[in-house]
Nanobody, 125 residues
């Protein structure tokens, strides 16, 4: 079992920034690819960003490319999502997720093994 706890969500004005953190426990975190997903009200959960279990390679959805950056600190068992130039359409519950030995692009919703509880991000116009 892997337990994931997100933090850092909140309310921000359009154009602002937030940094989400996801703390992992329970298994060897460095063996897991990590990803961020989001789910807006009435919408399906969608992939936002992923980072490989080795090498630090990242992959982003087109909607956030150039604005969001994901990174990981294996010594702290933590993955981050830095969100800049936020837009109202970024409003959603953001979820951290992991998959064993996954690369950044192999983070489909149906392939995820463990999910965090989610953290709300609200961007006002």
């Amino acid at each position: 079992q892997v337990q994931l706890v997100e933090s850092g969500g909140g309310l921000v004005q359009a154009g602002g920034s937030l940094r989400l953190s996801c703390a992992a426990s329970g298994r060897t975190f460095s063996n897991y690819g990590a990803g961020w997903f989001r789910q807006g009200l009435g919408k399906e959960r969608e992939f936002v960003a992923g980072i490989s279990y080795v090498g630090g390679r990242t992959y982003y959805a087109d909607s956030v490319k150039g604005r969001f950056t994901t990174s990981r600190d294996n010594a702290k068992n933590t993955v981050y999502l830095q969100m800049n130039s936020l837009k109202p359409e970024d409003t959603a519950v953001y979820y951290c997720a992991v998959r064993l030995f996954a690369t950044a692009q192999a983070m489909g919703v149906r392939e995820i093994e463990y999910w965090g509880q989610g953290t709300q991000v609200t961007v006002s116009s």
